[in-house]
Nanobody, 121 residues
Framework: QVHLVESGGGLVQAGGSLTLSCAAS????????MNWHRQVPGKQRVLVAG???????TYVDSVKGRFTITGDFAKNTVFLRMDNLKPEDTAVYYC???????????????WGQGTQVTVSS
């Protein structure tokens, strides 16, 4: 079992900032990557940002320049700093980690329970 604990969501005015955090624990050897996704009712969950063990980061175009993902692979923790938030960033944000076994082989992805981010105009 892999357990993810997310925190940092909340209500913020447009232009404000929030930082989400996600800590993974449980039965895995290491992580290959850590990601943040978001979902609004009636729409598909989309990848917002990701970071690999090598430090490579990716962002969806709509958040480039405003969001920053960082990760501590020694502590199995990932953060998403969100600046200049917009009402369209309102969503439930989910953390996702890619686990590896002791041979470095991919085992599976595990998801957090989600944290609500609401940006008021």
């Amino acid at each position: 079992q892999v357990h993810l604990v997310e925190s940092g969501g909340g209500l913020v005015q447009a232009g404000g900032s929030l930082t989400l955090s996600c800590a993974a624990s449980g039965n895995f050897f290491s992580l290959n990557g850590m990601n943040w996704h978001r979902q609004v009712p009636g729409k598909q969950r989309v990848l917002v940002a990701g970071i690999s063990r090598s430090g490579k980061t990716t962002y969806v175009d709509s958040v480039k320049g405003r969001f920053t993902i960082t990760g501590d692979f020694a502590k199995n923790t990932v953060f998403l700093r969100m600046d200049n938030l917009k009402p369209e960033d309102t969503a439930v944000y989910y953390c996702d980690v890619e686990t590896l076994d002791s041979y470095g082989d991919y085992v599976g992805d595990y998801w957090g329970q989600g944290t609500q981010v609401t940006v008021s105009s």
